[in-house]
């Protein structure tokens, strides 16, 4: 039988914890505004790395890079592939409906001036302060390819 002593435990046990954290999940951090409230400025979140084909749901917060620059965002999920989304009245609608949830009015309806289908692998991201966020509405709807993780907890 094999014994160990307590430093060859203690070196498995971390060796099994970063390759679950660099497999499975990761740290992320807030930078800026766009959250708020939902996290704020410099707030500490914690997401399930993304697999090709796993589904992500309307509503999620998601990390993702930015298509043009690469820069990793924190973003919410507004619409899924498949749906219709355009913007009228300050306001977001979803597949004809007014997006739900409590979120505040916004000025700039960038790209969602006209009605935009979202491909099949293609997710629309918004950031919770729709007036203090730079997303899908400037650089477009976001691939699949370009999802990291999906949040599941954060610290304000």
Not at 135 to 155: K, L, M, N, Y
Request: with cysteine; hydrophobic share 40%.
């Amino acid at each position: 039988m094999l014994h160990l002593d307590s430093f060859e435990k203690c070196v498995i046990i971390i060796a099994l914890c970063l390759f679950i954290i660099t497999r499975f999940v990761g740290p992320a951090y807030v930078s800026g505004p766009s959250m708020e409230p939902t996290y704020k400025d410099g707030s500490f979140v914690i997401m399930t790395r993304y697999r090709s084909g796993q589904a992500i749901d309307r509503g999620s917060i998601v990390v993702a890079r930015e298509p043009d620059r690469g820069f990793l965002l924190i973003k919410r999920v507004v619409a899924v592939p498949g749906d219709r989304i355009y913007a009228e009245n300050k306001q977001l609608y979803v597949n004809g409906s007014p997006e739900d949830g409590d979120f505040p009015l916004f000025e700039d309806p960038g790209i969602l001036s006209l009605p935009l289908i979202l491909g099949e692998d293609e997710y629309f991201l918004m950031g919770d302060n729709r007036s203090h966020s730079t997303d899908s509405r400037i650089f477009g709807p976001v691939s699949a390819d370009d999802v990291v993780g999906v949040v599941f907890t954060g610290w304000r």
